[in-house]
Structures are given as C-alpha cells and as structure tokens.
C-alpha cells in the first residue's frame, strides 16, 4: 500500500495544528454542560470530527483518532450509569462485580485522559502521537492512497461485436 507523506512540524499551520489538538477536547463536552450523560461526549466527537474533516490531513488524523479511542470509554461510561442508576432503583445492590467495574472504567478513563492530554499537546506541537490500536487504524483511514474510482474505463462504451 502507499501513503501521503506526513507534513512535518514545521509544514503545519498554527490554526491546523489547533484544530487537531481540540478533538481531544471532546471528552470535556458535557463536564463543561454540567450533564454526566457520556454518551453526549461521543456525538460532541463525531460533530468535531464531521465539522473539521476538510481541514486536512493532519487534522482529519487526530480527530479520528480522538473519536476511534472514545467510543470504548463511552460503552464503558453508559454501562457504568446504567448499572448505577439500576442500583439505586434495586434497593442499592451494589456487588462485587459493581465496585470492580466501576474501578476498570474509572481506570480505563484516567488512561484515556492522559493518552488524550499527550495526544492534544503533540498536536498542539505539530507532531503525530499514534494511540495503541487507534491511531494505526486512524493513519491507514485517513494517509492511504486510495485508487480513484472511474479512472480506468470508461462506464458507457458500445458494445464488442
């Protein structure tokens, strides 16, 4: 497979490089509103994502990488206020399997918020920081060279006798 090259530092604009460091802002979305629904962070990501796709590569590369590594951190969010709310409607149940839930996503989230702090500040500095998983699947999406569709033959042509 071939690749676009990938600008350097100094090849970036400041404006650019301050629109890819925002899509690690999305997981402040609703701690900003004052709403502990995560799944809100999730659509602020994708309307980032949809909004600033157009302003290159670059930028397209860190808000999909942003995106990519927020939608297991939101399941595990909305799995974790769903159970609560359930808890405190059953008579406050709360089990093992609960608190050890609620301490793998307390964790899985300090993880996603120091990985989306590097990954805003090497944005900011115009660097590519590459998340495990996510960013190799954001750099394949977004820096592919993909081949373009209806150049090879022409669709209407006469028949061959």
């Known amino acids: 497979?071939?690749?676009?090259?990938?600008?350097?530092?100094?090849?970036?604009?400041?404006?650019?490089?301050?629109?890819?460091?925002?899509?690690?802002?999305?997981?402040?979305?609703?701690?900003?509103?004052?709403?502990?629904?995560?799944?809100?962070?999730?659509?602020?990501?994708?309307?980032?994502?949809?909004?600033?796709?157009?302003?290159?590569?670059?930028?397209?590369?860190?808000?999909?990488?942003?995106?990519?590594?927020?939608?297991?951190?939101?399941?595990?969010?909305?799995?974790?206020?769903?159970?609560?709310?359930?808890?405190?409607?059953?008579?406050?149940?709360?089990t093992s399997y609960y608190w050890g839930y609620l301490v793998m996503t307390a964790t899985a989230g300090l993880i996603y918020f120091i990985f989306s702090l590097v990954g805003a500040v090497k944005a900011r500095k115009g660097i590519f920081y590459y998340f495990v998983f996510f960013g190799k699947v954001a750099y394949h999406q977004v820096y592919r060279i993909r081949p373009e569709h209806g150049t090879s033959a022409p669709k209407n042509r006469p028949p061959d006798y």
């Open 1 to 94: 497979m071939e690749y676009h090259p990938l600008p350097q530092p100094d090849e970036i604009e400041v404006r650019v490089r301050e629109d890819a460091m925002g899509a690690y802002f999305m997981m402040f979305a609703t701690a900003a509103m004052g709403l502990p629904l995560p799944i809100l962070n999730l659509v602020a990501a994708v309307i980032y994502f949809y909004v600033n796709r157009d302003k290159g590569r670059f930028v397209q590369f860190h808000t999909l990488q942003s995106l990519y590594s927020q939608i297991p951190v939101t399941l595990l969010n909305s799995g974790l206020v769903v159970w609560t709310i359930v808890n405190f409607a059953k008579d406050y149940d709360f």
